[in-house]
């Protein structure tokens, strides 16, 4: 048993590894697949709240927003990739501590997603991917911004990642904490809630030295990459657009760590 036990958690963490590589994958497929169909054009972002002409920036995990922005952008991302990703498990991380227990429904319903848990209403969610096509984010340390790709052809000031596992510091329910969508050493399960999807949470080991995490993202000529959690870069979501100014420290879902090559 000492011997098969170690094995056994060992493989079953290289089948959620390889799961998590193919969900990324799909994406990826998906999303150039709405591109081939829409004039070389990804999605909008969902990532947003507010209405036209008055919105800031979330985070990049949002598979539904909390509004439609304008009439002719969408709220979620099933409403532009559900014909090419027919189960929401396939936007899902599979190293997560569990699923959203919503997920099958909140995947069909699109747009016209609201939680059975709360009053009336169209309800935001948060998932366990950064979604990067058409988003906007405030780099640490750069003069410039982070900008996701917006047409397959790519473009200058463009990144060509379009997905990755969720690493970052200091989100909503974990403040002063590291959080994956993979497991790390020292981490457990941060709470769900009915707006975030539960992610590992965990606290710096040795002052805000990273913990060490094997991560994966997706690129626009459909390659996936492998990278550790220090070959990142910080990315902070963009509170005030007109300005490219970020949320103030200690203040909105915090900070997200992106692939090097993430930076054009």
């Not at 899902?92 to 909140?106: I, Q, S, V």
């Not at 809630?193 to 590992?200: E, H, V």
């Not at 007109?242 to 200690?250: L, M, R, T």
Request: net charge positive.
């Amino acid at each position: 048993m000492g011997i098969l036990v170690p094995a056994m958690s060992k493989a079953k963490s290289q089948v959620r590894r390889v799961l998590g590589i193919s969900n990324q994958r799909s994406i990826v497929q998906a999303a150039n697949l709405y591109a081939a169909d829409n004039d070389g054009l990804y999605p909008e972002s969902v990532a947003t709240v507010g209405p036209e002409g008055h919105w800031n920036w979330q985070e990049p995990m949002k598979l539904i927003g909390y509004n439609t922005r304008s009439p002719r952008i969408n709220r979620s991302m099933s409403a532009y990739l559900r014909p090419y990703i027919e189960k929401g498990s396939a936007v899902y991380c599979p190293g997560a501590p569990r699923r959203f227990r919503y997920l099958k429904e909140a995947w069909a319903a699109g747009d016209e997603w609201d939680n059975p848990d709360t009053p009336l209403s169209t309800d935001p969610l948060s998932g366990t991917y950064c979604l990067y096509w058409n988003y906007t984010g405030y780099l640490e340390g750069k003069t410039y911004l982070f900008r996701g790709p917006k047409t397959t052809a790519g473009g200058r000031g463009r990144s060509t990642v379009l997905v990755s596992d969720y690493f970052g510091y200091d989100y909503y329910e974990s403040p002063n904490a590291y959080g994956s969508c993979e497991k790390f050493k020292g981490a457990s399960p941060a709470k769900e809630t009915m707006l975030i999807s539960g992610y590992w949470s965990g606290k710096a080991f040795s002052g805000l030295r990273k913990p060490e995490i094997k991560l994966h993202a997706g690129h626009v000529d459909g390659h996936m990459e492998s990278y550790s959690s220090s070959d990142t870069v910080t990315m902070r979501v963009i509170w005030k657009p007109d300005i490219s100014e970020p949320y103030p420290p200690g203040i909105g879902p915090g900070q997200f760590y992106l692939p090097q090559a993430a930076l054009h």
